[in-house]
């Protein structure tokens, strides 16, 4: 399944994933209950971790990489 990101510095990036999180460049990502579709796919809505996140200077103290 494709998954959206929501917030943070990939708001709105389609990537590949599923799971709980999903990781895009130094930041996390946790599934929410939404849905959205995108180009004609259903997609699951991932919303950013802002305490998690290597732009913050927190992502080594969480272990977020």
Do not use: F, I, N
Not at 1 to 29: F, H, I, N
């Amino acid at each position: 399944m494709k998954a959206v990101l929501s917030g943070g510095p990939g708001d709105g990036q389609v990537v590949a994933g599923g799971g709980e999180t999903v990781v895009w460049r130094a930041c996390l990502y946790e599934r929410t209950g939404d849905l959205d579709v995108r180009r004609g796919e259903q997609v699951r809505v991932y919303a950013h971790r802002t305490d998690c996140c290597e732009g913050y200077g927190r992502g080594a103290e969480d272990r977020c990489e």
